[in-house]
């Protein structure tokens, strides 16, 4: 089975400042990580994913994230916060054997303060 | 081009009765997802489409919940004798085969309101 664990339900950080979300998960098999944002009263948009291969990947939006296998962590960056940077971000692990459905950990709001 | 579609986008609904949600995927994904984002659990699963293979059905909480998917194509989540454990937001995702992960592309989701 399949867990993800994210630290903080609630991140404060001023314009201009780092973001950083961290995201832990556990998995059986070698898994593919995923980071979402949601908008206020939307559904859930992809930032970035990690599958194989290079572990820094690179999103949308000026984020990153870096898989560290040793750690099981998957946290989620971004060096200078904008206030449209506020909402919700949820990490997930998909299982590439089990269909694929993902596994969300609680989700992490994130407010910027200008 | 058009992404996945949800209707309602709301709906308010008396305890008992029957509720039909709609999802509308991207056109020519092979896989459908159904996932409930509530207060008290979170995001989770629900039921899963694979092209023409029977549907993964471990994420559904109770046998008052039951999804189809015809024609490959639209998807229509039922739930019979809704309970106020019920209020949430569905939300659908489609997806297709991209590179080494599939990439699920999410609805606004159908805020479901029990009374």
């Known amino acids: 089975a399949q867990s993800v664990t994210q630290l903080g339900s609630h991140v404060s950080v001023s314009e201009g400042a780092l973001v950083l979300l961290r995201c832990n998960y556990s998995?059986?098999?070698?898994?593919?990580l995923f980071w979402y944002v949601q908008y206020p009263n939307q559904g859930l948009q992809l930032l970035l994913k990690?599958?194989?291969?290079?572990?820094l990947v690179k999103g949308i939006n000026g984020f990153e994230a870096e898989f560290k296998k040793s750690e099981t962590s998957f946290h989620l960056t971004k060096p200078s916060a904008h206030m449209s940077d506020a909402a919700e971000y949820f990490c997930?692990?998909?299982?590439?054997?089990?269909?694929?459905?993902?596994?969300f950990g609680g989700g992490t709001r994130l407010m910027v303060k200008p | 081009g058009a992404g996945v579609s949800q209707s309602p986008s709301n709906k308010v609904t008396e305890k008992g009765k029957d509720v039909e949600l709609r999802c509308d995927p991207i056109?020519?994904?092979?896989?459908l997802y159904w996932y409930r984002q509530s207060l008290g659990q979170g995001l989770e699963f629900l039921i899963y489409?694979?092209?023409?293979?029977?549907?993964?059905k471990s994420g559904l909480p109770s046998d008052r919940f039951s999804a189809e998917r015809t024609g490959g194509s639209v998807s229509t989540l039922t739930i019979q004798r809704t309970q106020q454990e019920d209020s949430a937001v569905y939300l659908c995702?489609?997806?297709?085969?991209?590179?080494?992960?599939?990439?699920?592309?999410f609805g606004p989701g159908t805020r479901l309101t029990v009374t």
């Open positions: 056109s020519g994904h092979t896989a």
């Open positions: 995702a489609s997806s297709s085969y991209q590179g080494a992960a599939y990439e699920q592309y």
């Open positions: 990690y599958t194989t291969g290079a572990t």
């Open positions: 489409f694979q092209g023409n293979s029977a549907p993964d």
């Open positions: 997930a692990v998909s299982d590439n054997n089990a269909g694929n459905m993902l596994t």
């Open positions: 998995s059986s098999v070698p898994p593919y």
